[in-house]
């Protein structure tokens, strides 16, 4: 009997290795159809979701209440799968090159927990190769099996967008890929049973680890060239928001807005290609240049708000702002990979302290990564200068009045960096608007 037979028969398990923001809602979905384990090193995720409770927001915490996932700490749990399913993070050192330890400590604990007859697929995004040249060794060395006898192998990027409801795992058409086509099928079959838009089966496992890469890449360099329009246009006094707004109107313009670039995924997969790249010679133009113009943003939004304060005649250093959004991206509590701490690194320079409040973020992992102390939105005032940092749905229900609550005596200084305010509007009551 195949072994997708016998995960539908529930005669096996799956295991899903990694119970983040991407692994969470895969564990979920697929526990609806198959047995599964959810695995993860940190002791006291495990235990908020034993408990009912979703900390990352992606699936909710009725739906973890409410699911057969048999969650665990204990990696001998993932003996009695035969379907694993690899979804940690793969970051980039501060030298921007990738740290593949997340990756390889997964191999190591699986490795050493793998039954014979395994099909092992990997999520991780990673440059072309790593699946084939860095983890097979690691799971054969640990297992003692020997890979595309008594394992097989494959690779199916993660697609899923953190804080978004629209386009989640069954939404998003898949990509697989198997080590054989006996092991690809086996992996488009499993995973069909969850994705409702399909799967796309690649012609190799380096042909799907390469598409994920470049499909951050790509919007990486869009998002680069918004925001170097924004520096030009700024500098001309021209609003770069009226500008995309007239030029998309033309049917084949792409409609991408300029913004600080975080999380684990844009802001870090080309790294990743490039590293590839250099290995073979070819160093990267566009692609490096492009990730120079966005690692900067945060530096010249901070810029922007001492010129800003200058022109108000307000006194730089010891002037106070509060940046309104912590996290990589709206609606999400995730704060890793946060291009705000950028501006508040800069600011700092100026000899401004900024405030931080962020109703959405996760405060203990905030003060864990970077020593910062969120204040309640209820208790700001007094400020000289306003920075509207992230796109929560919270936020954009404010209006004047709420902002005027912020601010003390003089100019108002607004900084709009997602562009969610009516400029014109602003700029009417008396603010000294900015944006991107």
Same mark, same amino acid.
């Given at each position: 009997?195949?072994?997708?037979?016998?995960?539908?028969?529930?005669?096996?398990?799956?295991?899903?290795?990694?119970?983040?923001? +991407?692994?969470?809602?895969?564990?979920?979905?697929?526990? &609806?159809?198959?047995?599964? $384990?959810?695995?993860?090193?940190?002791?006291? &995720? #495990?235990?908020?979701?034993? *408990?009912?409770?979703?900390?990352?927001?992606? +699936?909710?915490?009725?739906?973890?209440?409410?699911?057969?996932?048999?969650?665990?700490?204990?990696?001998?749990?993932?003996?009695?799968?035969?379907?694993?399913?690899?979804?940690?993070?793969?970051?980039?050192?501060?030298?921007?090159?990738?740290?593949?330890?997340?990756?390889?400590? /997964?191999?190591?604990?699986?490795?050493?927990?793998?039954?014979?007859?395994?099909?092992?697929?990997?999520?991780?995004? +990673?440059?072309?190769?790593?699946?084939?040249?860095?983890?097979?060794?690691?799971?054969?060395?640990?297992?003692?099996?020997?890979?595309?006898?008594?394992?097989?192998?494959?690779?199916?990027?993660?697609? !899923?967008?953190?804080?978004?409801? @629209?386009?989640?795992?069954?939404?998003?058409?898949?990509? @697989? *890929?198997?080590?054989?086509?006996?092991?690809?099928?086996?992996? /488009?079959?499993?995973?069909? %049973?969850?994705?409702?838009?399909?799967?796309?089966?690649?012609? *190799? =496992?380096?042909?799907?680890?390469?598409?994920?890469?470049?499909?951050?890449?790509?919007?990486?360099?869009?998002?680069?060239?918004?925001?170097?329009?924004?520096? #030009?246009?700024? &500098?001309?006094?021209?609003?770069?928001?009226? @500008?995309?707004?007239?030029?998309?109107?033309?049917?084949?313009?792409?409609?991408?807005?300029?913004?600080?670039?975080?999380?684990?995924?844009?802001?870090?997969?080309?790294?990743?290609?490039?590293?590839?790249?250099?290995?073979?010679?070819?160093?990267?133009?566009?692609?490096?240049?492009?990730?120079?113009?966005?690692?900067?943003?945060?530096?010249?939004?901070?810029?922007?708000?001492?010129?800003?304060?200058?022109?108000?005649?307000?006194?730089?250093?010891?002037?106070?702002? +509060?940046?309104?959004?912590?996290?990589?991206?709206?609606?999400?509590?995730?704060?890793?990979?946060?291009?705000? =701490?950028?501006?508040?690194?800069?600011?700092?320079?100026?000899?401004?302290?900024?405030? !931080?409040?962020?109703?959405?973020?996760?405060?203990?992992? /905030?003060?864990?990564?970077?020593? $910062?102390?969120?204040?309640?939105?209820?208790?700001?005032?007094?400020?000289?200068?306003? #920075?509207?940092?992230?796109?929560?749905?919270?936020?954009?229900?404010?209006?004047?009045?709420?902002?005027?609550?912020?601010?003390?005596?003089?100019?108002?200084?607004?900084?709009?960096?997602?562009?969610? %305010?009516?400029?014109?509007?602003?700029?009417?009551?008396?603010?000294?608007?900015?944006?991107?």
């Amino acid at each position: 009997m195949e072994l997708y037979e016998k995960l539908l028969e529930k005669k096996e398990k799956l295991s899903l290795i990694g119970l983040g923001y +991407v692994g969470m809602p895969i564990a979920i979905a697929f526990a &609806k159809k198959v047995d599964v $384990i959810g695995f993860d090193v940190n002791k006291e &995720k #495990i235990e908020l979701y034993k *408990s009912g409770i979703d900390p990352t927001k992606e +699936v909710g915490d009725e739906a973890v209440k409410a699911t057969s996932v048999r969650f665990t700490a204990d990696e001998t749990e993932l003996q009695k799968a035969r379907f694993h399913i690899v979804a940690v993070p793969t970051p980039v050192k501060t030298d921007h090159t990738p740290d593949l330890t997340p990756i390889e400590g /997964a191999s190591v604990i699986l490795g050493r927990n793998l039954s014979r007859g395994s099909v092992v697929v990997f999520e991780s995004t +990673v440059y072309p190769g790593v699946t084939e040249e860095v983890c097979i060794p690691i799971l054969e060395r640990e297992s003692g099996m020997n890979c595309g006898v008594d394992f097989k192998i494959g690779y199916s990027p993660e697609r !899923i967008n953190p804080g978004d409801k @629209v386009h989640r795992l069954e939404t998003i058409k898949k990509i @697989v *890929s198997g080590m054989d086509n006996e092991t690809l099928d086996t992996i /488009a079959r499993v995973y069909e %049973l969850v994705v409702e838009a399909g799967v796309h089966r690649a012609e *190799s =496992i380096k042909v799907a680890e390469a598409a994920k890469v470049i499909e951050n890449s790509q919007r990486d360099i869009n998002i680069a060239f918004m925001n170097e329009l924004s520096i #030009i246009f700024n &500098k001309m006094n021209i609003d770069t928001q009226a @500008v995309l707004r007239a030029a998309a109107t033309k049917w084949n313009f792409l409609s991408f807005y300029p913004g600080l670039v975080g999380g684990h995924c844009i802001g870090v997969d080309p790294y990743y290609l490039t590293y590839k790249a250099e290995m073979f010679g070819y160093h990267s133009q566009i692609i490096l240049s492009g990730r120079r113009i966005n690692d900067d943003m945060g530096k010249y939004v901070a810029e922007n708000c001492v010129k800003k304060l200058i022109d108000a005649n307000k006194s730089v250093k010891g002037a106070k702002v +509060v940046i309104l959004g912590f996290t990589f991206k709206e609606n999400c509590p995730d704060t890793r990979n946060t291009k705000i =701490i950028d501006i508040v690194e800069e600011l700092l320079e100026y000899g401004i302290t900024p405030l !931080i409040a962020d109703p959405e973020a996760d405060a203990n992992e /905030a003060e864990k990564l970077y020593g $910062i102390k969120f204040i309640d939105v209820e208790s700001i005032k007094d400020m000289d200068a306003v #920075i509207l940092a992230v796109a929560h749905e919270a936020f954009k229900k404010y209006g004047e009045e709420d902002f005027n609550k912020f601010y003390g005596k003089g100019d108002k200084v607004l900084l709009d960096i997602k562009g969610i %305010l009516n400029r014109q509007k602003y700029e009417n009551a008396g603010y000294s608007y900015w944006r991107l």
